[in-house]
C-alpha cells in the first residue's frame, strides 16, 4: 500500500519541485533536480517511519496480549472488553450478514439485476443487521451481568504477557530517545542527516 | 408444478475447501413431501440452497422440470421455489406483520388485490390474521418464526423447502406446522422440510432422506427408513427413530413409524 | 433454597404482567423441570429466578424471590451472579466473545469476581471435569458446534460454584447430537445433587432427569408436582405442552380401545424402550 504513494512522491518531487536547480538528467521537457530527489528522499524516509512503525506493532502485538496489560496496569475491564470484543465480532456479523442476504434473496430480492434494483436492497439487507445486532446486544448484556460482569472491583487476571528486564530497558531507551533527539537537532547536531 | 433434480452434485465451500455435497443424486417430483435428515454439517442446508440457486454445483447440475437450472438468478427461481430459513429474525426488517408478509410477493410483481389476497391467505393459515398491524418484534419468538414461514407460503411458489420449521415450537406452533403443509400439499405443491423431529418426520412427510457427509444415506417412506433394517444407518448419524418405531419393533410388529401405524396393527392384532 | 414468592412480574411498557402471583420453590439437590406454551412465562420465570429482571431487563417485580431465607431485592446483579447462574437457548450469544480458548471462557466468570488466582484455576479445572469437556480447554470457544458451546456455556457457570442453576431451553437450539451431548450432561450435574431449574419444551428430556415439574399457563402456575405425575397430566395438550412420547403413545392405546392385556404389553415394551 505504501508502494503506490512512495512512487508518486518520488515522481512528483524529482520531476516538479520547485525552486529545483541542479539539473541531474532530462526527459524531453521535464527536468529532474537534486533539490526535489532530496526533498523526496526526506519525505519517503517519514513515511517510512510512521508505516512501518505501525506494521511493526501491528505484527507482534495480539491484541489480546496488548488489551490484557492494559487491564493489568488499571484500565477499565469494559474497555478491554470493548477492544477485544470488537475484533470478535467481526467474523460473526459477517456470517450473519451473509445469511440475511441469502435469506432476501430467497425472497425474491435481486442483488443480480440493474444498480437501482440492488439500491432497493439496503433495507431489506440492512435492517435485519441492524435489529439483530441490537437484539444481540441485549442477549450478550445479560449474559455478561449474569456472570458479574458488572461488579465494580478490579477483576483478577488469569494470565498476563510477562515483562521482562531487558523489555523494561528497551522502554525507556526509546522514551529517553526522543526528547534526545529532538534537543540535539535544536542544538545542531546531526545535520548530515539532512 | 414444478420437478426437481440433482445430478451429480458436489458441492466444495470456497473459503474453507470442505466438500459439502458428494455426488448427490436425486429426484424430487411435483407435489412430494420429503423430510431431509442429518446432522449440522451432513449437508442438508447445503443442498436445500442447491435447489434455489443461492448455491451453484461445484459439479453436477441442478434441474428444474428436466431444465438446468445454471443460467437463471435466484430471484427468476425464487418464483418456483419459496426457502424459509431456520431463524426468522435473519429476514424481518419490516415494522408489521402484513408489510412483512408482502415483501416475497412484491418481489415477485403481485399487486393490488392479488396482493392482499396472497397474504391474508398467508396470514390466516399461521393464525397471525388478527396480528396484520403488529410489530414482528412484539411477537413471540415462535411467533416470528410462523411469520417467516406466511412469508414464505404467500409467494405461492410450487415448491416449499422449509428449514427446521419446527424447531423451536411449541405443540401448537408445530400444529400450524402441520397444517400449513397440509394445505400446500392439498394444493399440489412440494414440501421439502429439513428437520430433527422425528415424530413430526414420521407423522408429515411420505418420504425421509439422511444425509452424513454429504451423501444419502438413506431415501425411503417414514415406514421403511425407520424400521429395524435402518437404525444402524440412522444411529451413524446419531438419529434415534420414533418411539412407535423403537416399541414395533420390540413386539415383532414390523414397521410402524407412527403412533397410528403402531396402534392399528395392535388392534389388528388384538 | 431458590424461592419464588407470589412473584408477579411486567417487562418495561408492556401493558400486561407476564407472571401472576407465581410461588415457586427450588430446593437444594433438587431438579424441578418448568414446562408451557411459548410465551407462557417460562423465559421470564428464569429471569426473575436469576435475577436478570429486574435488575438488567427493567421492568417492575412484586413479590418475593429469596435465596436460602433471603429476601435479594437489595442485592445487585453482580452479587446474584455467584449465587444463581443462568444459562439460554442461543449458545453463541452467551459467550463472552472475549476468550480466545474454552479455559478463559470457563475462567470469566470468577475472574469478574475477583476470585483469587489459585482458586480461580482450580474451579476452572473442576467445572471443565463436571462436565467432562477437559479434552475442549484449549479450543477456539467460537470454533465449536452448538452442543459443545453449551457445555461451555454450562461449566461457566458451574466455575461461579452458585447455589442453583437455571437453564432456559437448553437444547431448544440444538440438533440431536447436541441435545444429547447436553442432556447427558445435566443427568449427571442432577445425579451429583446440583440444584436446577431447567425450562424445557422436550417433555422427554424433562422426564428423565426431573424430579418435579412446574406447568405454566400465560404467567401463572396451573399444574405442579412430581415429574410422572404432572406430565402424565391428561390437561398437558389443551395446555399447549407435547407430553412424553411414551405417554402420547399410552394415552392413544388406551382410548383405541385395546384389550387390557395388549395395553399392558405395549405398557411393558414402553418401560423398556424408554429406560434404554
Not at chain 2, 121 to 127: D, H, T
Not at chain 3, 216 to 237: Q, S
Request: charged fraction near 20%; charge should be neutral; proline fraction near 5%.
Amino acid at each position: 500500500m505504501t508502494l503506490p504513494i512512495a512512487i508518486s512522491v518520488l515522481v512528483v518531487n524529482l520531476f516538479f519541485f520547485p525552486g529545483g536547480r541542479e539539473v541531474i538528467f532530462q526527459v524531453g521537457p521535464i527536468t529532474a533536480t537534486l533539490e526535489g530527489l532530496g526533498f523526496a528522499l526526506e519525505t519517503l524516509a517519514r513515511i517510512g517511519a510512521i508505516s512501518g512503525a505501525i506494521t511493526l506493532f501491528y505484527l507482534t502485538t495480539p491484541p489480546s496480549e496488548l488489551v490484557l496489560d492494559l487491564e493489568r496496569r488499571g484500565v477499565s475491564p469494559r474497555v478491554t472488553f470493548v477492544a477485544l470484543a470488537s475484533v470478535q465480532t467481526v467474523p460473526a456479523l459477517v456470517e450473519r450478514a451473509t445469511t440475511i442476504t441469502a435469506a432476501q434473496r430467497a425472497r425474491g430480492l435481486d442483488t443480480e439485476g440493474s444498480l437501482w434494483r440492488r439500491l432497493r436492497g439496503v433495507l431489506p439487507l440492512a435492517g435485519p443487521v441492524l435489529l439483530g445486532s441490537i437484539t444481540e446486544v441485549e442477549e450478550r448484556t445479560m449474559a455478561l451481568e449474569a456472570r458479574g460482569f458488572t461488579r465494580p472491583a478490579s477483576r483478577t487476571l488469569l494470565w498476563w504477557p510477562p515483562d521482562s528486564a531487558r523489555q523494561r530497558l528497551a522502554r525507556w531507551l526509546l522514551v529517553l530517545a526522543l526528547p534526545s533527539i529532538v534537543v540535539a537537532r535544536a542544538v545542531g547536531w546531526l545535520g548530515w542527516l539532512r | 408444478m414444478t420437478d426437481l433434480t440433482l445430478e451429480g452434485v458436489s458441492y466444495r465451500y470456497p473459503e474453507s475447501g470442505t466438500l459439502a455435497l458428494d455426488g448427490v443424486d436425486l429426484h424430487i417430483g411435483a407435489g412430494e413431501r420429503v423430510a431431509m435428515l442429518g446432522q449440522n454439517g451432513s449437508g442438508k442446508s447445503t443442498l436445500a440452497r442447491h435447489l434455489n440457486g443461492l448455491l451453484r454445483p461445484s459439479s453436477g447440475r441442478v434441474l428444474h422440470d428436466g431444465g438446468d437450472v445454471a443460467a437463471r438468478t435466484v430471484a427468476q427461481l425464487a418464483r418456483s421455489v419459496g426457502l424459509a430459513f431456520q431463524d426468522p429474525d435473519r429476514q424481518i426488517f419490516r415494522g408489521s406483520v402484513r408489510s412483512e408478509v408482502e415483501f416475497g410477493p412484491r418481489n415477485l410483481g403481485v399487486r393490488g388485490d392479488a396482493l392482499r389476497a396472497a397474504v391474508d391467505a398467508a396470514l390466516a393459515e399461521v393464525g397471525l390474521d388478527t396480528d396484520a398491524g403488529t410489530n414482528p418484534y412484539d411477537l413471540g419468538a415462535s411467533r416470528r418464526k410462523l411469520l417467516a414461514l406466511a412469508s414464505v407460503r404467500a409467494m405461492g411458489t410450487s415448491v416449499l423447502v422449509l428449514d427446521e420449521p419446527t424447531t423451536g415450537q411449541d405443540l401448537r406452533g408445530v400444529e400450524v406446522v402441520r397444517r400449513v403443509i397440509g394445505k400446500a400439499h392439498a394444493a399440489g405443491r412440494t414440501v421439502i422440510a429439513i428437520s430433527h423431529d422425528m415424530r413430526f418426520v414420521a407423522e408429515t412427510f411420505d418420504r425421509v432422506v439422511v444425509l452424513r457427509g454429504g451423501k444419502v444415506i438413506l431415501d425411503a417412506t417414514p415406514a421403511s427408513a425407520f424400521a429395524e433394517d435402518s437404525w444402524e444407518a440412522l444411529r451413524s448419524t446419531y438419529l434415534e427413530p420414533p418411539l412407535p418405531a423403537l416399541v414395533g419393533s420390540k413386539l415383532g410388529l414390523g414397521a410402524t413409524a407412527t403412533d397410528e401405524a403402531l396402534l392399528a396393527v395392535l388392534s389388528a392384532r388384538d | 433454597m431458590l424461592a419464588l414468592e407470589s412473584v408477579t412480574y411486567r417487562y418495561a411498557g408492556a401493558p400486561r404482567p407476564s407472571l401472576h402471583e407465581v410461588s415457586l420453590d427450588l430446593h437444594d439437590g433438587e431438579v424441578l423441570g418448568l414446562a408451557g406454551a411459548s410465551e407462557a412465562g417460562k423465559t421470564t420465570l428464569c429471569l426473575v429466578a436469576s435475577g436478570l429482571a429486574p435488575r438488567t431487563v427493567g421492568g417492575t417485580l412484586g413479590g418475593r424471590v429469596l435465596l436460602g431465607g433471603e429476601d435479594t431485592a437489595r442485592l445487585a446483579m453482580h452479587e446474584l451472579a455467584g449465587r444463581v447462574g443462568i444459562a439460554f437457548a442461543s449458545p453463541a450469544t452467551q459467550l463472552s466473545g472475549v476468550a480466545a480458548t474454552v479455559y478463559e471462557e470457563v475462567a470469566f466468570g470468577p475472574m469478574n469476581l475477583g476470585v483469587p488466582r489459585p482458586e480461580l484455576i482450580a474451579r476452572t479445572e473442576e467445572a471443565l471435569a463436571a462436565l467432562r469437556i477437559e479434552a475442549l480447554a484449549a479450543r477456539d470457544p467460537a470454533q465449536l458446534s452448538g452442543g459443545q458451546q453449551q457445555l461451555v456455556a454450562i461449566a461457566g457457570l458451574l466455575a461461579l460454584r452458585p447455589a442453583h442453576l437455571v437453564l432456559d431451553e437448553p437444547t431448544a437450539q440444538l440438533d440431536p447430537a447436541g441435545t444429547a451431548m447436553v442432556a447427558a450432561a445435566l443427568a449427571a450435574l442432577a445425579a451429583s445433587g446440583s440444584s436446577i431449574l431447567v425450562a424445557e419444551q422436550k417433555a422427554d428430556l424433562l422426564a428423565s432427569i426431573c424430579s418435579r415439574v412446574v406447568v405454566l399457563d400465560a404467567g401463572r402456575v396451573v399444574l405442579e408436582g412430581p415429574a410422572a405425575e404432572v406430565l402424565g397430566d391428561p390437561r398437558l395438550e389443551a395446555l399447549g405442552v407435547a407430553p412424553p412420547a411414551a405417554v402420547r403413545l399410552l394415552r392413544a392405546a388406551t382410548t383405541a380401545n385395546l384389550s387390557a392385556a395388549a395395553v399392558a404389553r405395549l405398557g411393558a415394551a414402553l418401560d423398556e424402550a424408554v429406560a434404554r
